[in-house]
């Protein structure tokens, strides 16, 4: 099967999973344990505090380590507005965002939280004044998906933290899927609080990261043991944390190189579509987009009976978090497209062991799927 689905997940790197090997095995200590077995243990997390917080401009202290992407959104959007309480009760979010960060904002709704859900464009991009009209002197936190995780556009996250922190909120961002695939610097950016995901980078499933600009006080959502600086209690995934550091550390050596030929094959799939389906049409904007994302809706052609049509391609009708639904995907509706143009969308993510040759023969199975269930005789080439 030629694997294209790559934000889903993707597949350890052989380096991340040698890096883990040892803390699988032969080093099984305890971090929180004094003897030498736990001191190494401990010291191996260090290591990947480091190497995480190289990768996206911080300090180590700023780095906690969570067992997930969706538990580092909910420490950051739940912990937050739970320590700024004092501060104000609104939160600001946008159309695009992950099911954990919808979720959590559905959790302080509930909570008595006021959160403002900002409309995107047709181009799958938020609009900066629209995330400052929405600001207010009562809002704490305003949250966004950095790249998005369905159609891969990139949202104009420094903007929005120069307005954010001009009226005393502060910027929370998903970096799952643009850490990966772009230079993600915190600094730069003006982002307080950063979602980090292991397996959308390289790493395994089961271990995430939140970055927490210094200064920034959150209420911890697990109590227990103190570990993580008392911001997540329980004990810590050291082989996890050790594979989440490698791919860090590969992402500073490759990811420019990775990026580049990335793009490439992304271009070159995209053009053998439109030649085979010329109705074939992109969604959201193809320029302010991540590398390996191409999401594609193809008329008259629904997405899952193309991936029944073409088994040996895996891609994907939307969100993984949302396999199963019936429903179209929120995120496709957000941009303008009727349920029905959505229903006929599928995702295609390319990675790091992408090879030319799996483009080129995938692009001619999606294709002559695509021919065959079109409803009309003669269309397409």
Known sequence: MIYLDHQATTPVDPRVLQAMLPYLTGEFGNPSSSHAHGRR?????????????????????????????????????LGLPAARRDHGDHIVTTALEHPATAGACGVLADAGY???????????????TDVEAAVTDRTVLVTMIHAQNEIGTVQPVTEVAELAHRHGALLHIDAAHSLPAMPVDVAA?????????????????????LYVREGVDLVPQFLGGG?????????????????????????????????????????????????AIPECAVNGS???????????????????????????????????????????????LAIGLSPEQARCSVRIGIGRFTTQAEIDEAGGLLADGARKLLPAAGRGR
Request: with cysteine; aromatic share 2%; charged share 20%.
């Open 41 to 77: 243990a401990a010291t191996a997390i260090e290591r990947a505090r480091e190497q995480v917080a190289h990768a996206i401009g911080a300090r180590p202290t700023e780095i906690v380590f969570t067992g997930s992407g969706t538990e580092a959104t909910y420490l950051a959007l």
């Open 114 to 128: 006021k959160v403002t859900t900002v409309p995107v464009g047709p181009d799958g991009l938020v609009d900066p």
């Open 189 to 209: 950016l003006g982002a307080d609080l950063v979602t980090v995901v292991g397996h959308k980078m390289y790493a395994p499933k089961g271990i995430g990261a």
């Open 227 to 275: 570990q993580e600086r008392g911001l997540r209690a329980a004990t810590e995934n050291v082989p996890g944390i050790v594979g989440l550091g490698r791919a860090a550390q590969l992402l500073g050596e490759q990811r420019e190189a990775d990026a580049a030929r990335i793009l490439r094959l992304r271009d070159r799939l995209h053009e053998r579509l439109e030649e």
């Open 286 to 332: 193809l320029t302010q987009r991540i590398p390996g994302n191409l999401n594609v809706r193809l008329p008259g052609v629904p997405a899952d009976q193309l991936m029944e049509a073409v088994p040996d391609v895996a891609i994907s009708a939307g969100a993984a978090c949302h396999a199963g639904s019936t429903e179209p995907s929120a995120v496709l």
